[in-house]
C-alpha cells in the first residue's frame, strides 16, 4: 500500500533575475543563510515577490527512511511554469505547464543517513512584448498570460502580477514497484443499462514480468457492488488493462434543475498472493452527452437547454481554497445557473469535484486565449497538453465539452484541428469543440449597436459569450482605488484594472453623473438591463433558433472591472439579480409593447411561458399581481390556469388576454411607477417561479378616462 509524506509548509526561496542559480549551483548548496521563507504552495505575486517575472528558485529539507521495497515519488500538483528539480545535488528532471500533476522517481538520489534536499527551480517569465508577446506567444497559459480580465488587460502591461510558483501541494509518495498510474472510466448508455469502461494503466518498474490479480470495484450510491477480477500477467514497463462491466438500470448524473447526481465509487486494486500491492480510489458519474450538428444538446437522451456563465474565479490559483470554491458553487446555483464555461484555462480539481457534486455542467476550455506561435515545435506542446488535461480532469461527470481555443484567428485552421484529433484520442465519450470563436461572441450594446440588436439573435444557435461591463460597488471600489484614483478617476489606473473607456462611454452611453456613487449605479443599471433584455430575448427562441447560452462572466478574478456580476471580493452587482430572475428554469417572459401605460388602459404584449424542467405541471395557476413602490396591492387580475408543457416554450399571450380582461387598469389609479409581478404556482400550491417588471403609468389624456 501507498504511504505519504506531504511537502507543503515552510520552504525557503531566492530570486534569480540575473539567471545565475545554475552556474553558482543553487542546486547543491548546503548553507543558504540568504535564502527566505515562503509558505508553500503559493503563487509569489501572492506571497509578497509582486509584479515579478523570471526565475525563483525554491529549496526544503526532508528526511525519509523506508524499505527496500517501495520506490519513492516526488509528486507536484501544479507549478508555474517551468520546472526543474534536484534532489541531493542530482538532477531529477523537468516539466512545463502550469495546471499538471507531474512526478518523479527519486529512490536512487536519496541519502539514508542525513536530511535530504530537494531543490525546485521554477521559471515564469514574461514573453518579449516586440517579437513574442501577445501576437506569437508560445506560454501555454490561456487567461492567466493575456487576457482582457487580468492585471493590464490588452495593454502593454498584460503580463503583470505573474502567475508563477509552487501554487499547488507537493508530496512524497512511497509505492511498490509495479503499481496503478491512471484509471479512466467512460460510460455509454445502452438500452436501459451502462456500459462502463475502466482503463487502467498499470507500470512494472521490475525487470520481470509478474502474474497478478487485479479487482475493479464499483460502489454505486444506493451501495450495490459490482467486481471483477482476473489475472493477468503485468510485463516491464506500461501495462493498459481494460474492464468493461454493464450495469443495468444505472442511476444517471444530472444538472442540478433536472436530477439527482449520484456519483460510483471505483477501486483498483492489484494483488499478488493475497497481499495488496496497490490500490487505488476514485468517484465517477455516469451519464451520455450528444450535440447535434444544429447545435442542439441532449444528456442521457432528453433534450436540454443550458443557462450558463463563463468563469475565470482567481488569477491565482493558490488562492482558490475550498471556502471560495463553495462561494462560488452556491453563488452559481442561487442565481439559477446550470452551466459554467471554464475560460480559457484548466482550474484547480476541486472546482471541478464541486461541480460534480453540484450538479453544475462544465464546458471545459484548453489554457489557448487569442494567438500563438505557428510552428512545429508549439503545435507538439500544445497537443502534448491538451492530452495531459483530458487525462487529469476525465473522471469528473459535470464536464461534457472539450473547447479546444478561445478566439483563435487564423490558428483555427493551422492548429485547432489537430487538438481535436488529439482530444479524441483520449476521450471520444465527450463533445470535443474545436474553438469557441467570434462568430460564437455577441456583444450588441457594448462593442458595437444597440443592446436591442439582440433581438436579431446575434451569434444563434449556441452563444458561448454576450455581456457587457459594470463598476463593483463602491465599497469594493475603495478597496480597489485610493480616494484620488477613485474620484476624479484616474483613467489609467482604472485601464490597468480592465476598464473600458470608449465601449462605457460612446457605446453603451452611460453617464458619469457627479459622484461614483451615482457612476456604479448607472452603469451597473445598463448591464443588468442588456442582460435582461438578452436573455430573455434567446430563451423565448429555445430550440428553435437558440440551443443555449453562456453569459460573460461570472466573477472578477483580481480586483478589477470587468463583464462579471460578481465582484473579486463577491459582492453580486445589480445584474447578478437579474440573473437569478431571468434564468428561472420556469419563467414568465413579459414584453410590454408600450414603455408607458396609461390610466384606464390595457397592459398589452407579449407573455411567453418557458419551462427548462423535465416535466410538466399540469393545471399551473398563474398569479398577476400590481403593486405600489411600497409594496402594497394596487391591482390583482383573475388567475390564470394553464398546463404547462414539459421542456418547452409557450406563448399565453391570448390565454392571459382573455383570462383578464386584456389587463385593464383602474381608471383612478394614481400615476407612477409601480411593480407588475406574476408568480406560477403548481396544483399543490407550491410556488414555481415569480418575476416582476416596473410599470410606468401615467395619467390618461382629458376625455380617455373610460
Not at 525519509?64 to 538532477?91: H, I, M, P, R, T
Amino acid at each position: 500500500m501507498r504511504k505519504t509524506i506531504n511537502l507543503d509548509g515552510v520552504w525557503q526561496y531566492k530570486l534569480d533575475a540575473e539567471n545565475q542559480g545554475r552556474e553558482k549551483r543553487y542546486y547543491d548548496l548546503r548553507e543558504a543563510s540568504d535564502w527566505m521563507d515562503m509558505d508553500i504552495p503559493q503563487n509569489w505575486q501572492l506571497a509578497g515577490v509582486e509584479d515579478y517575472s523570471g526565475v525563483i528558485w525554491f529549496r526544503r529539507q526532508f528526511r525519509l527512511s523506508c524499505s527496500s521495497d517501495y520506490d519513492v515519488w516526488l509528486q507536484f500538483k501544479g507549478v508555474d511554469y517551468f520546472a526543474e528539480v534536484w534532489v541531493n545535488g542530482y538532477y531529477v528532471g523537468r516539466h512545463e505547464g502550469y495546471f499538471q500533476t507531474f512526478e518523479f522517481n527519486i529512490t536512487e538520489y536519496l541519502s539514508d543517513s542525513r536530511e535530504n534536499m530537494l531543490v525546485v527551480r521554477v521559471e515564469s517569465p514574461s514573453e518579449d512584448p516586440e517579437t513574442v508577446w501577445p501576437a506569437r506567444k508560445r506560454l501555454i497559459k490561456g487567461i492567466f498570460g493575456h487576457h482582457d480580465c487580468r492585471p493590464g488587460s490588452g495593454t502593454k502591461l498584460g503580463q503583470m502580477k505573474n502567475t508563477g510558483g509552487i501554487w499547488n501541494s507537493v508530496k512524497i509518495e512511497l509505492r511498490r514497484r509495479i503499481f496503478v498510474q491512471k484509471a479512466k472510466v467512460s460510460a455509454k448508455l445502452i438500452e436501459g443499462s451502462a456500459r462502463v469502461k475502466t482503463e487502467c494503466k498499470i507500470v512494472n518498474f521490475e525487470s520481470e514480468r509478474h502474474e497478478l490479480q487485479i479487482e475493479l470495484k464499483i460502489t454505486a450510491p444506493d451501495q450495490q457492488v459490482f467486481k471483477t477480477l482476473f489475472q493477468k500477467e503485468i510485463f516491464p514497463g506500461d501495462n493498459l488493462v481494460i474492464f468493461v462491466k454493464n450495469i443495468d438500470h444505472p442511476q444517471l448524473w444530472w444538472p442540478w434543475d433536472l436530477g439527482e447526481q449520484p456519483l460510483y465509487q471505483a477501486e483498483v486494486t492489484l494483488l499478488s498472493s493475497a497481499e495488496i500491492i496497490d490500490y487505488i480510489s476514485f468517484s465517477f458519474g455516469i451519464r451520455e452527452i450528444k450535440i447535434d450538428k444544429d447545435k442542439t444538446w441532449w444528456l442521457n437522451g432528453e433534450k436540454i437547454f443550458i443557462r450558463g456563465t463563463n468563469i475565470i474565479p482567481t488569477q491565482w490559483l493558490s488562492e482558490y481554497n475550498m471556502e471560495m470554491i463553495h462561494k462560488d458553487i452556491q453563488l452559481l446555483k442561487d442565481a439559477n445557473i446550470n452551466a459554467v464555461r471554464v475560460h480559457a484555462h484548466v482550474n484547480r480539481q476541486e472546482f471541478y469535484e464541486a461541480c460534480d457534486r453540484a450538479g453544475i455542467i462544465v464546458w471545459q476550455d484548453f489554457a489557448l486565449q487569442w494567438h500563438y506561435e505557428d510552428s512545429e515545435e508549439f503545435a507538439a506542446n500544445a497537443i502534448v497538453q491538451i492530452k495531459e488535461m483530458v487525462n487529469l480532469l476525465h473522471n469528473h461527470p459535470s464536464i461534457l465539452v472539450w473547447c479546444c481555443h478561445n478566439e483563435p484567428g487564423r490558428q483555427e485552421i493551422t492548429l485547432d484541428p489537430l487538438l481535436k484529433d488529439a482530444i479524441l484520442m483520449e476521450d471520444d465519450y465527450r463533445v470535443v469543440w474545436m474553438n469557441s470563436n467570434l462568430d460564437e461572441h455577441a456583444y450588441p450594446g457594448w462593442y458595437h449597436g444597440h443592446y436591442r440588436d439582440f433581438i436579431a439573435l446575434p451569434s444563434k444557435p449556441l452563444i458561448t459569450e454576450f455581456g457587457a461591463q459594470a463598476l463593483p460597488n463602491v465599497n469594493s471600489l475603495r478597496r480597489m482605488f485610493n480616494e484620488h484614483e477613485l474620484w476624479p478617476i484616474d483613467w489609467e489606473k482604472w485601464e490597468f484594472h480592465d476598464f473600458q473607456y470608449e465601449p462605457t462611454f460612446q457605446l453603451a452611453q452611460i453617464e458619469m453623473g457627479e459622484n461614483i456613487e451615482t457612476f456604479v449605479e448607472n452603469s451597473q443599471s445598463y448591464q443588468a438591463k442588456l442582460l435582461k433584455f438578452a436573455i430573455e430575448t434567446y430563451r423565448c427562441a429555445k430550440f428553435t433558433e437558440v440551443t443555449g447560452l453562456f453569459q460573460y462572466m461570472f466573477v472578477e478574478s483580481w480586483p478589477s472591472i470587468t463583464w462579471a456580476v460578481v465582484d473579486y471580493f463577491r459582492q453580486p452587482k445589480k445584474a447578478y439579480w437579474i440573473l437569478q430572475q431571468v434564468y428561472q428554469p420556469l419563467y414568465l417572459v413579459v414584453r410590454r409593447n408600450k414603455p408607458i401605460e396609461r390610466q384606464g388602459g390595457k397592459i398589452e404584449g407579449s407573455f411567453i411561458l418557458i419551462n427548462d424542467y423535465l416535466q410538466e405541471f399540469p393545471q399551473a395557476i398563474i398569479k398577476l399581481t400590481l403593486v405600489d413602490e411600497r409594496g402594497e396591492k394596487q391591482m390583482e387580475w383573475n388567475s390564470i390556469e394553464c398546463d404547462i408543457k414539459k421542456n418547452d416554450v409557450m406563448d399565453i399571450s391570448d390565454l392571459i388576454r382573455e383570462k383578464t380582461d386584456g389587463m385593464k387598469l383602474p381608471v383612478d389609479i394614481t400615476p407612477g411607477k409601480y411593480i407588475l409581478k406574476n408568480c406560477i404556482i403548481d396544483k399543490k400550491n407550491k410556488i414555481l417561479s415569480t418575476n416582476e417588471e416596473i410599470v410606468e403609468i401615467t395619467a390618461a389624456p382629458l376625455g380617455q378616462c373610460h
